[in-house]
C-alpha cells in the first residue's frame, strides 16, 4: 500500500510561483515513476508531468513545458512540482500519483495510487 500527501498549494497571483510537494511511502516506491496530475472544476483529470523512477527522465504536457519542473528525491521519499509564471488556467486541484512501471507515464491507467490533492488557484 502506497500513502501520498501533498502539500504547498495555495492562492497566487498570476506570474507568480508555487512549489508543490508529495511525500511518499510504502513498498518500494523508489522503483515507480511517479507522476502529477490535475483536475480543474467540470474538466476531466489531466496529466500534468511525469518521472521515472530514478529520476532521469521527465515528461510534461504542452500546457506547462517550460513552465514547470519534476524532480524526485528518493532519499527523502518526496517528489516535487516547481511551477513558475503561473496562469489562470492552471487553477485546480494537483494530484500526486504513484506509476505501476518503472518509466514516467502520461496516462491515468498506469498509475494505482493516488493523493487526495491540494488547491492552486491562479488569479489574474
Known amino acids: 500500500q502506497v500513502q501520498l500527501v501533498e502539500s504547498g498549494g495555495g492562492l497566487v497571483k498570476s506570474g507568480s510561483s508555487l512549489r508543490l510537494s508529495c511525500a511518499f511511502s510504502?513498498?518500494?516506491?523508489?522503483?515507480?515513476?511517479m507522476g502529477w496530475f490535475r483536475q480543474a472544476p467540470g474538466k476531466e483529470r489531466e496529466f500534468v508531468a511525469g518521472?521515472?523512477?530514478?529520476?532521469?527522465?521527465?515528461d510534461y504536457a504542452d500546457s506547462v513545458k517550460g513552465r514547470f519542473a519534476i524532480s524526485r528525491d528518493n532519499a527523502k521519499n518526496t517528489v516535487s512540482l516547481q511551477m513558475n509564471s503561473l496562469k489562470p488556467e492552471d487553477t485546480a486541484v494537483y494530484y500526486c500519483?504513484?506509476?505501476?512501471?518503472?518509466?514516467?507515464?502520461?496516462?491515468?491507467?498506469?498509475?494505482?495510487?493516488w493523493g487526495r490533492g491540494t488547491q492552486v488557484s491562479v488569479s489574474s
Open positions: 518521472i521515472n523512477a530514478r529520476g532521469d527522465t521527465t
Open positions: 510504502g513498498r518500494t516506491v523508489s522503483l515507480i515513476g
Open positions: 500519483a504513484a506509476g505501476i512501471y518503472y518509466s514516467e507515464s502520461k496516462f491515468i491507467r498506469d498509475y494505482s495510487s
